[in-house]
């Protein structure tokens, strides 16, 4: 399971106004002691902010910027297990033409 797929499988994403709140919720590490044990439960993972952006990027959502940067989240530490990220959405910048004038015709 990459990235993408274990955020996608764990978070809820709401929009509110021009916001997006995107909460993950991840079950603590399985302790494997036996390589045979080992499963997709058992592996260490770290998400980060950048890694919650570049997602949000790849559903579509454009011109993001996270407001809560410093969070991440690790399966292997208690406290870490819960992490809501809150990114603005603004809108592009519109392109102005220069009107021409009776001379330029």
């Known amino acids: 399971m990459n990235t993408d797929e274990y ?3 764990y978070s809820t994403i709401e929009k509110v106004k021009n916001q997006l709140i995107v909460n993950m ?3 603590p590490r399985k302790v494997a002691n036996v390589i045979s044990e080992m499963d997709a ?3 260490k993972r770290k998400v ?3 890694d919650v952006e570049k997602f949000l990027i790849d559903l579509g959502h454009k011109n993001l910027t996270c407001l809560t940067k410093s969070y991440g989240i690790d399966n292997c530490h208690p406290r870490g297990l819960e992490r809501t990220w809150i990114f603005q959405v ?3 910048a519109r392109k102005r033409t220069k009107t021409k004038t ?4």
């Open 25 to 27: 919720k991840v079950p």
């Open 48 to 50: 980060t902010a950048g």
């Open 102 to 105: 009776t001379n330029e015709k």
């Open 7 to 9: 955020i996608e499988k």
């Open 41 to 43: 439960y058992s592996v």
């Open 90 to 92: 603004s809108k592009p």
